[in-house]
């Protein structure tokens, strides 16, 4: 079978099984006696498992069957959850995403995980392994689970009203048996001529290639007995056992209607149902695209935002009723089409926000902490090209929080403490802009100790040293090869870091500042554009130039006079609404010559980031536009307060202000 064709898709749908198996495994660990996380976890492994056979990796396939032997084990309530379980399946998942990562890399997805499948099947035996004949019991009131969807549902329905039973057949296959797709031949043979099969588990495909341990799920609708179908089937040879059982009374199935049974463990089972629902649901309607895809999407639709602003110039110009209506109705269209391609180019920061759970509990075991996570914010959204590259930084500043932040759980005592200590990971919009945020209530950074390794690296002199500021202190750890860890460690110490994290987060065109305080904590603030090449803008002139500023970060514009004006700390300032606003001078910033000369009025623009403001100093407004976002190149990188340039409708160049860079 040709496999490269559904390579991709065996990688993204495993990347999100493994996710989510990671998820409710960490779930698992804080409620270890809720059986519908271990039926989630369940679903996800079988699911991987019969991927990766059809794929032919069989390590994968290896590993994620022996993990499926034990959950179902525990979800039978056979075998206890412990802290020493989890943290081999998550070493398990932890191995699965390696070689998922192998695969995607070119590779054969081949890896070591016989020692993990060691550990898996010692769990599975344990001191209450069931002997053979105990297994086989087992397997007979636990057959594999089937789930059902809207239309197969109402086939069943229909059937019934016409005198059809629906029956779920388990067949077991001895487990010697050689031709295992032959043997399924034959029994389908065997049921076509008694009643109809409507599904099957593993599905037929996999089935015929043998993709399958020793037994299979059957619903079958007939109107024959029970006891004669068993009887007609047990006649193929190599077939060890058969169990078939009403649907109604198979407690497993996932049925989208209502509960027939009011049993306590029909109701545990069940709890998944609706969530499965949904999760069908929202299948059906999605489909995977290519990014590169959405790249050539957006820079088709770039273009015409250029000439959409040509065509409303020449419109108004020549001033002809239906040509402006046309253009009018165009504008709205090819605007709400700009919203969508945006909206399918952001991606929600929880997938990468996923990753750090299971990470921080690694760490924290490593380094004998106690340490307690808290997520607020996964749901806000940045460009899918700054999550592929975000993830890297985020676990160097979290690594960090918690080797030189959190102290051990004795010291954290000494200093009246709580011994579990607190890792903040946060995410907010503001403007054009996304703001991460990793907090700790740690030691804090130690000025003094920063400084002297400065010195001792060379970052700065003595003399330099002496006039820093707290602040530009604390920038000196993002110095390359700089390191205070006592000791090399897996985790740190061999100044290897936060100079990547610069470095990455600046390439990104964004930035990234501390704040700290020695004994009580740190924070560390990334700030990262939300890199859309369409934005919304408020153009305005200075001098003869022509200006954009996003309007995400406009409050509003006014007009003031000379009086308005204060000072304050060597600065001129206004009055807005009870806030002092400091005055930005954008000609004289941009060096821009000015013909009028002073003026006893001036037209400002409010800028906001975060809690402060500033006022911009124009000389007029234009209006406001949707621009596209052009970068100044490799050559005028560190252009201060410009972040880009846009081309207007009439063919000018107008540079887009970073408002942001003017607050401090």
Do not use: W
Request: proline share 3%; charged share 30%.
């Amino acid at each position: 079978m040709e496999t490269n064709q559904y390579l991709d898709l065996f990688l993204d749908e495993s990347r999100e099984h493994l996710q989510t198996v990671n998820d409710y495994l960490l779930d698992l660990e804080k409620n270890p006696s809720e059986l519908a996380i271990v039926n989630e976890v369940f679903r996800s492994a079988h699911t991987l498992k019969g991927m990766a056979a059809t794929m032919g990796y069989e390590d994968i396939t290896n590993l994620t069957h022996i993990m499926e032997n034990v959950l179902d084990r525990i979800r039978n309530e056979e075998l206890t959850v412990t802290s020493r379980l989890l943290d081999i399946l998550l070493d398990a998942v932890e191995a699965l995403e390696s070689m998922v990562a192998i695969i995607g890399s070119g590779g054969d997805g081949k890896q070591d995980v016989s020692h993990l499948i060691s550990q898996l099947e010692q769990i599975e035996s344990g001191d209450t392994a069931p002997d053979r004949q105990q297994e086989h019991h087992l397997t007979e009131h636990h057959p594999v689970a089937l789930e059902i969807n809207e239309f197969e549902k109402a086939v069943i329905d229909e059937s019934q009203e016409q005198g059809f039973v629906a029956l779920h057949i388990t067949v077991h296959l001895k487990k010697d048996c050689l031709l295992k797709a032959a043997r399924t031949f034959m029994v389908f043979e065997v049921l076509e001529k008694l009643g109809e099969v409507i599904k099957s588990e593993p599905p037929v495909e996999m089935l015929e290639d043998e993709n399958f341990e020793n037994e299979f799920s059957l619903i079958f609708l007939s109107k024959e007995d029970k006891q004669e179908i068993k009887k007609k089937i047990m006649k193929v040879s190599e077939i060890e056992q058969v169990d078939i059982t009403l649907l109604e009374q198979m407690k497993k199935v996932e049925l989208p209607s209502e509960p027939n049974d009011d049993s306590s463990s029909n109701k545990k089972e069940s709890t998944p149902a609706p969530t499965q629902q949904r999760m069908n649901t929202a299948t059906s309607k999605t489909i995977r695209v290519n990014i590169e895809r959405l790249d050539q999407l957006m820079n088709l639709f770039e273009e015409l935002v250029v000439d959409r602003g040509r065509l409303e110039e020449i419109s108004r110009d020549l001033r002809h009723k239906d040509l402006t209506e046309t253009v009018e109705k165009m504008t709205r269209i090819s605007g709400d089409l700009q919203n969508i391609i945006l909206t399918m180019r952001m991606m929600p920061i929880e997938q990468v926000f996923n990753r750090f759970p299971r990470m921080i509990r690694g760490l924290a075991q490593d380094l004998n902490k106690q340490v307690n996570l808290e997520i607020i914010g996964a749901d806000t959204e940045l460009d899918r090209t700054v999550i592929d590259e975000i993830g890297d930084p985020l676990v160097h500043l979290i690594r960090n929080s918690l080797d030189h932040g959190i102290e051990s759980p004795e010291t954290r005592e000494k200093m009246n403490k709580e011994p579990i200590g607190h890792v903040s990971l946060k995410a907010y919009q503001s403007g054009n802009h996304v703001f991460i945020e990793i907090e700790d209530d740690g030691a804090g950074i130690a000025v003094d100790k920063v400084l002297k390794k400065a010195i001792e690296n060379q970052v700065v002199t003595e003399r330099e040293a002496e006039e820093l500021s707290e602040e530009e202190v604390f920038q000196l750890i993002f110095s390359s090869g700089f390191s205070t860890a006592e000791v090399v460690s897996d985790v740190s110490g061999r100044g290897v870091g936060l100079d990547v994290v610069r470095t990455k987060i600046e390439s990104l065109g964004g930035t990234v500042f501390v704040e700290s305080s020695q004994g009580e904590g740190s924070r560390f603030i990334i700030e990262l554009p939300l890199t859309l090449s369409i934005i919304s803008v408020l153009l305005v002139e200075i001098g003869k130039e022509k200006y954009a500023i996003p309007l995400s970060s406009v409050i509003e514009t006014a007009i003031i006079s000379e009086k308005d004006m204060l000072h304050a700390h060597n600065q001129r300032v206004i009055d807005f609404r009870g806030k002092v606003v400091p005055l930005v001078f954008l000609n004289d910033l941009f060096e821009v010559e000015n013909d009028e000369g002073d003026s006893e009025y001036y037209s400002i623009v409010i800028v906001k980031k975060g809690d402060k403001m500033a006022a911009l100093v124009v000389d007029e407004f234009i209006g406001q536009q949707e621009v596209v976002l052009k970068s100044l190149g490799n050559y005028l990188t560190d252009v201060f307060a410009i972040s880009g340039a846009t081309i207007l409708g009439d063919g000018q160049v107008a540079l887009i202000i970073d408002s942001n860079a003017l607050i401090k």
